[in-house]
């Protein structure tokens, strides 16, 4: 029975109590979440953003979201298939498809977005989809949504693949993984998972939500690092939020695969097109990195001198992962960070195994050495003396 409330507040009912006790569980284990605003200006130096390169707040990018404003509005109006495209998401999926070096793209209104609709387009009842355990919880979802069988192998575990492959009843199959792990910033075995899909007739995803802009030629992506771009039993999805600054998904692959998912991606069909300030920014800031291919140098430039503030291993990518284990001395330490005046992220579990508990921190291509100075300054003295498990370093 709930409770009466006077008129203008929230009712609390009896069948919601499970909350209480699940909230005091988590405040236990030292997991309770909690929103931190940003200010528009702050004093504190960010590592904790996706914004690899720093061009979310580069003035052109920002004037051409302005720009789209001014000549669509504020919103797409509609799903991508009624009133939601506009000639610039076709401009932006055709940069996007060469700079990466695929036929062909299609933009979805998130990373998440893409990945849950090119995987359920692609895998169904009676397929197999073989999902590498470090994938990023939206192609988790995406598994789980599929009505697929899934079989979940070990991060990076490329011969338990292959098991999984050929010992299949399924004629369809389709592998995903990260190309690189969104958690620890490590490379996954890309190219062996790749070979181990094509020797047994599957597809695969690789998702380059943390390697465009940082891995490859001018930041092209891991995949074209490993001279795989283009390969149409290979699919590419990326984000647009994170090296270029802005928001939203894409896949990438041959004309056919786009079409396909232009009938059958649910979350393309039945979702809101991409806003147009975030389509004319993306776009911006691809020209951005294609003029200025050393933005990739340079980040990860950035990350292996924090890192070696960090005592931690040299990094592959933007992210440097530093292990503290337990989950409330990660949160101290975070917290110590930012009293410093730096800002770090912040993963626990279930994001992370129990026992590596870490902060999180992501290098940007446009630190200046004084930003740097000051951060590896402030990671050493926080550092310091703590007790980082027998785990530390690592990742």
């Not at 789209?68 to 495209?85: C, D, H, P």
Request: aromatic fraction near 4%.
């Amino acid at each position: 029975m709930s409770e009466k409330a006077p008129h203008g507040h929230f009712e609390r009912a009896a069948a919601a109590d499970w909350l209480d006790a699940n909230e005091r569980h988590r405040i236990d284990a030292g997991l309770r979440r909690r929103l931190n605003p940003r200010a528009p200006s702050s004093d504190v130096l960010d590592l904790a953003s996706n914004d690899y390169l720093g061009l979310g707040s580069h003035a052109d990018v920002k004037a051409a979201a302005i720009d789209a404003i001014e000549q669509w509005g504020t919103g797409s109006t509609g799903s991508r298939l009624v009133t939601g495209t506009t000639t610039a998401h076709i401009d932006l999926e055709t940069k996007l498809a060469e700079f990466m070096g695929q036929e062909a793209a299609l933009v979805f209104s998130s990373g998440y977005a893409a990945n849950l609709g090119v995987v359920t387009a692609l895998a169904g009842r009676g397929s197999l989809i073989v999902s590498d355990g470090g994938s990023h919880a939206s192609l988790v979802d995406a598994c789980r949504l599929s009505r697929a069988r899934v079989v979940v192998i070990e991060r990076g575990d490329v011969e338990q693949a292959r098991i999984a492959l050929a010992e299949r009843t399924e004629e369809r199959a389709l592998v995903v993984t990260d190309s690189v792990y969104s958690v620890d910033g490590e490379l996954a075995p890309l190219r062996e998972m790749y070979e181990a899909a094509r020797d047994n007739g599957a597809l695969m995803l690789a998702d380059e939500a943390h390697g465009l802009g940082v891995r490859g030629r001018g930041g092209r992506g891991y995949v074209d690092e490993l001279g795989l771009a283009g390969r149409e039993d290979l699919i590419v999805t990326a984000t647009l939020s994170k090296a270029l600054g802005s928001q939203g998904g894409v896949v990438l692959g041959s004309r056919r695969l786009i079409d396909h998912l232009i009938d059958t991606a649910r979350t393309f069909i039945f979702d809101t097109g991409l806003n147009p300030a975030a389509v004319g920014a993306a776009g911006a800031a691809l020209e951005q990195l294609v003029a200025t291919p050393t933005l990739a140098d340079d980040v990860l430039a950035n990350a292996r001198e924090l890192a070696e503030a960090a005592g931690a291993e040299e990094p592959q990518s933007a992210v440097v992962s530093v292990i503290i284990g337990d989950p409330s001395k990660a949160v101290a330490a975070r917290d110590e960070m930012r009293s410093r005046g730096v800002s770090v992220g912040c993963f626990r579990p279930p994001s992370v195994p129990v026992g590596t508990s870490r902060l999180r921190l992501t290098a940007r291509a446009n630190l200046t050495k004084g930003d740097l100075e000051r951060a590896c300054e402030t990671l050493r003295k926080v550092l310091a003396g703590m007790d980082r498990g027998s785990e530390a370093g690592r990742g």
